[in-house]
């Protein structure tokens, strides 16, 4: 083999080792502290407050999130590395700065948008244009890991739609935050494993558009987070803390934003409802 025709080789094979050495790097970035925890205790009630702590960064713990709401399902949030995010995207946010990442669904047009700005660099579905196929997110952006669960949403004539909604997951100072989206119907046990621990969760008031109060209370009792944030309709929202009992707390905020790190996460549960909310 002539001399440059062996360099030409040996370069490819490096170029290849790099590759997989690359990928490999990835995909071990891209696990879930948060579900790992959960997968390890199946059938169990995961508390932020409670049981196995959290593989984090030494770090990361008194690393802040602050979490805007916005109104209705969206909230800006803004980590640490300076990673926005805006949930439940519809278009009709419009910041100075449009966010990094923008997360929807498509139960209805007040939740997502086909004709996004250029300036996002990531639009998350929470749904697949393919039929029978699931929407699945794992990505790193800066100093967050976004995931989702796929849950069904009620379609024509109240018929499940199977996986038209996205519970979504963003991992970031240690913290494990949920959005549920536009959730229609009880989670189960399946689901409970594949989200994992939460810490901080945002979840639908709406007395009925997703679930009804008491429904939505059980998932909230059994997700025990320790930061609740109650989103999408201010209406229903008193019928919705009636369901909670001294195990935990309720607040009215003075503003619209709130923010949170591991070493301020509330010891008890609590319900925060935010400026817009109330």
């Not at 998932?219 to 008193?238: E, F, G, N, W």
């Not at 790190?261 to 319900?271: D, Q, V």
Request: glycine share 8%; with cysteine; proline share 6%.
């Amino acid at each position: 083999m002539k001399p440059r025709f062996l360099v030409f080789a040996i370069a490819c094979v490096m170029v290849l080792v790099a590759v997989e050495v690359a990928a490999a790097q990835e995909e071990r970035r891209n696990v879930s502290q948060c579900q790992a925890i959960a997968q390890s205790i199946p059938q169990a009630t995961f508390a932020s407050f409670t049981g196995p702590a959290p593989v984090i960064d030494a770090g990361a713990t008194n690393q802040s999130v602050t979490l805007t709401y916005i109104g209705h399902s969206t909230f800006l949030i803004e980590t640490p590395g300076g990673v926005t995010i805006a949930t439940d995207y519809s278009g009709w946010y419009s910041p100075t700065q449009a966010p990094m990442v923008v997360t929807m669904n498509r139960a209805h047009s007040s939740h997502y948008t086909l004709v996004t700005d250029p300036a996002i660099k990531y639009v998350l579905h929470g749904w697949s244009d393919v039929p029978g196929e699931k929407a699945k997110i794992n990505l790193v952006v800066g100093d967050t890991y976004i995931r989702n669960v796929t849950t069904d949403i009620r379609g024509g004539f109240g018929a499940p739609q199977q996986d038209g909604n996205s519970i979504f997951i963003f991992e970031v100072a240690g913290l494990c935050i949920g959005h549920l989206g536009h959730l229609h119907y009880e989670l189960t046990e399946t689901h409970y494993t594949e989200i994992g621990r939460l810490d901080v969760v945002m979840v639908p008031v709406d007395g009925g558009l997703t679930m009804g109060s008491d429904s939505m209370s059980r998932v909230i009792k059994r997700l025990r987070a320790s930061l609740i944030l109650p989103m999408h309709q201010p209406r229903p929202l008193q019928s919705f803390l009636s369901m909670f009992g001294p195990d935990f707390d309720i607040s009215y905020a003075p503003t619209n934003t709130i923010s949170v790190s591991l070493l301020t996460l509330p010891k008890k549960p609590l319900i925060y409802v935010a400026k817009g909310m109330q």
